[in-house]
């Protein structure tokens, strides 16, 4: 006959056997989540990043002061937010352009359309950029978004005030939206043309953290497996 003292000493050894089990999956399924977020963080390129087969959209089928919505839905990407058509000369002339976006209307007006704004892919990307004018004291900001998690942002600063520049980033891990702002130290203008994006070949390489996650999450089943065994 079982002793009711040996019954409850193994029902409890049994109980914190199945709790250790329990905790070692879910260390394993939270490293595993938290590393697919770790991807490493957006980093600038220049256009010679891009492989010569991405999508460019040139903006001029847009009419001047039309709104940049979603025109280019069928070519993979759609706007909203501070964007219109330009037509004045002494901006598209920059461009080599006969439309360009903008956050700026001439006429009537005149006035800034707003600060910040979006494009939404229809997959996932790994690249994107596009040539920009701005003042030379309102910097740009690019940040990705791959569903609802922020990914980070890139500024990048304009002190010479060039004409135009090209400015992009990369993220490895991918993302499927992004919000480009512009400060407002001058008038916060904005200008682009040339917009491009691709999804990329490349290996996509976790961080370290992932990777030292990655093994708790093991070492958590390991761990659990052997004390199944006790």
């Known amino acids: 006959m079982l002793n009711r003292n040996h019954f409850y000493s193994r029902l409890w050894v049994t109980k914190m056997s199945s709790s250790k ?5 879910g260390l394993c399924l939270a490293a595993c989540l938290f590393a697919q977020g770790t991807w490493a963080a957006p980093t600038s390129i220049s256009q010679a990043a891009f492989s010569g087969a991405e999508t460019v959209i040139d903006f ?6 039309q709104s940049i919505t979603n025109q280019y839905s069928a070519q993979g990407v759609t706007f ?4 219109v058509g330009m037509t004045n000369p002494g901006d598209t002339n920059i461009f080599n352009g006969s439309t360009i976006a903008s ?6 007006g005149p006035g800034n359309t707003g600060s910040s704004w979006t494009a939404v892919f ?9 040539l920009v004018e701005s003042n030379s004291n309102d910097d ?23 004409p135009a520049d090209f400015i992009g980033i990369e993220e490895l891990g991918g993302f499927d939206r992004i919000t480009v702002t512009t400060a407002t130290n001058d008038n916060g203008f904005f200008a682009m043309d040339n917009f491009r994006f691709e999804a990329s070949n490349r290996s996509q390489v976790p961080e370290p953290g992932s990777l030292a996650l990655l093994g708790l ?13 006790v």
């Open 122 to 130: 229809g997959s996932v990307q790994n690249l994107v950029g596009f």
């Open 60 to 65: 001029n089928s847009i009419a001047d002061t």
């Open 21 to 25: 089990k329990i905790l070692g999956a």
């Open 140 to 162: 740009v900001t690019i940040e990705a978004f791959l569903g609802l998690a922020s990914l980070g942002s890139v500024n990048f600063p304009n002190p010479n005030g060039a």
């Open 217 to 229: 999450g093991l070492t958590g089943i390991l761990f659990a497996r052997r004390r199944s065994r």
């Open 103 to 108: 956050n700026w209307i001439y006429a009537p």
């Open 80 to 83: 909203s937010g501070a964007l």
